[in-house]
């Protein structure tokens, strides 16, 4: 174990959303508990994955470039196992299209830190 404040001991979260002040806001919500890596879009989240093997991917829906649902598509491909939450407005549109992608569940924004960190924590089991 590393001293320092490092995040060794923290799980890793990535953090997939376009919309800065929504990734900012996840960052300060969860920022002390765990890791956070940050994507934009869904092409970054799946070089990312890559990079980084996070414990947990929090999943926008609508995004450029490549969207939540692609995207997870796309990290199931590289890591069957990839425990990815969506975070989406459109539940009941979009939701069901990450879910079919490999989600394993779906939560609804607005959310509180602490719907978040059960979530998160369900999965880490």
């Known amino acids: 174990m590393k001293k320092g404040g490092d995040a060794v001991n923290k799980r890793r979260v990535m953090v997939v959303e376009d919309d800065s002040a929504v990734l900012e806001t ?10 956070i890596i940050p994507a934009t879009n869904g092409e970054e989240a799946v070089k ?4 980084f093997k996070p414990d947990v991917v929090l999943m926008d829906v609508m995004m450029p470039v490549m969207d939540g649902v692609e995207a997870t ?9 990839a425990k990815i939450i ?9 939701g069901k299209e990450l879910l079919d992608a490999g989600a394993l569940e779906v939560v ?13 924590e369900k999965y880490l089991e």
């Open 26 to 35: 996840v960052q300060i919500m969860l920022g002390d508990k765990y890791e």
């Open 48 to 51: 990312k994955y890559k990079m």
């Open 73 to 81: 598509k796309e990290i199931k491909k590289i890591d069957p196992q």
């Open 86 to 94: 969506g975070l989406t407005a459109y539940a009941r549109k979009k």
């Open 108 to 120: 609804e924004k607005p959310f509180t830190r602490r719907q978040l960190i059960e979530v998160i």
